[in-house]
């Protein structure tokens, strides 16, 4: 036997390991996304939270505006659009379905809703002792609105993207079952917010990015990168955080955030660098993909290749998409802020004074950390994809790019 029947047998041989390798592994997944259902079922059973505000005896309920009755709805002196109206409407659903009733209609351009014939809306009603419906309209029924767009969003995601589309959306239905399902839960039982977003981060990791790569040397540098690349950005937000006196505490959101604090276990402190987590995951995840992804497509073009071309190789496509995706995390955080830069601008505030808002000094935080997360993951991935790589084709431990 020559030396290149003796290399073919290797890769024979090596092929069929990593085929059932790939299914012991596909099977350790399966295992663990069953776990992971039980472990959900059983945190989620017991809990029970705390009813932070008295209904009443009331109840949401859906309906459709027959009539407007009066209506008082004009513009205040401020130039806002505010008033009250006086409807006819029909519940359509729930406990009171198809009965009429008379509503108040409560409107201004923050709150409720400006009521014509055949709006649907979402009410606040109540059965009185004597039997009679009192009912408020609460504002429009968006629910339809916003149900189309998240379903031209799937439609047009599974049909660009394909087979690989369609397991992103799967990917996104169990960031989201992370994120309700376990993340809210362990926070509100007093669990670390910041521990229990790593723990979300490394499961949507995994899962998300063998959805994508399958079991290969590309799942694995990418999940390295990505963990890496977001606990880095944590360390930071958590760091700097501390050094500016900055914490959950000072978000504008914090008197009902304390409130619900002082009704359970929550650590409202540690929200904000959880969600700096949860917030620069996609970011890092997509970069650390396209370095991967290009590496292997390099090494795949030219089998030659050292580690260290493949490295430099890496670090030039992360330089090119570091500009890029530190910009998408900075403008989605400056977007966020776009209601204070307005009143810090027509104010005419001082340095010294909108330099040392609190509402500036989170965002700027959030922003940079996660940028600071998507640079220090390129290197880290290029380099962890480069070693596995070279590796993998002297070894043939892992099949390097494909499942």
Not at 2 to 14: F, I, N, Y
Not at 151 to 158: A, D, M, T
Not at 203 to 227: A, H, N, P, Q, R
Request: net charge neutral.
């Amino acid at each position: 036997m020559d030396a290149k029947q003796a290399t073919a047998k290797v890769r024979a041989d090596a092929h069929k390991g990593h085929s059932k390798r790939s299914r012991i592994f596909a099977a350790a997944f399966m295992l663990m996304l069953v776990a992971f259902a039980g472990c959900v079922l059983w945190l989620n059973a017991g809990i029970e939270r705390v009813p932070l505000r008295p209904t009443g005896g009331s109840q949401f309920a859906k309906a459709t505006v027959d009539e407007v009755l009066t209506s008082d709805v004009g513009l205040s002196d401020s130039g806002e659009m505010q008033g009250n109206q006086r409807v006819l409407l029909t519940i359509t659903d729930g406990q009171f379905a198809g009965n009429q009733v008379e509503a108040t209609s409560p409107y201004s351009n923050n709150s409720g809703a400006y009521c014509e014939p055949g709006l649907h809306v979402v009410v606040l009603v109540n059965q009185g002792q004597d039997g009679a419906l009192v009912a408020t309209v609460y504002n429009y029924d968006r629910g339809l609105v916003l149900w189309g767009l998240i379903g031209l969003f799937l439609v047009l995601l599974c049909a660009v993207g394909g087979k690989s589309g369609t397991l992103s959306a799967v990917g996104l239905a169990f960031t989201f079952a992370c994120i309700f399902l376990l993340f809210l839960p362990l926070v509100y039982s007093g669990a670390s917010p910041f521990w229990s977003a790593v723990l979300v981060v490394v499961l949507v990791t995994v899962v998300g990015m063998y959805l994508i790569g399958g079991w290969s040397v590309k799942t694995f540098g990418s999940v390295v990168g990505t963990i890496l690349g977001v606990l880095i950005a944590g360390g930071v937000a958590s760091l700097f955080g501390q050094l500016g006196h900055i914490s959950g505490l000072n978000v504008s959101e914090i008197e009902t955030l304390a409130y619900v604090g002082q009704n359970s276990k929550l650590d409202v402190a540690g929200l904000l660098f959880a969600g700096i987590l949860i917030s620069s995951l996609g970011a890092i995840m997509d970069i650390s993909m396209s370095v991967t992804s290009h590496i292997c497509e390099m090494a795949a073009a030219n089998p030659r290749l050292s580690w260290r071309a493949l490295f430099s190789s890496g670090m030039t496509v992360g330089r090119d998409m570091m500009g890029t995706m530190s910009h998408t995390l900075i403008l989605a955080f400056a977007g966020g802020a776009v209601n204070a830069l307005v009143i810090i601008y027509a104010y005419a505030m001082p340095y010294l004074e909108y330099w040392n808002e609190y509402a500036i000094g989170i965002e700027i935080l959030r922003g940079l950390s996660g940028s600071i997360g998507i640079i220090a993951s390129v290197p880290i991935v290029s380099l962890v994809m480069a070693l596995l790589v070279t590796r993998s084709k002297a070894t043939y431990v892992l099949p390097t790019c494909e499942s």
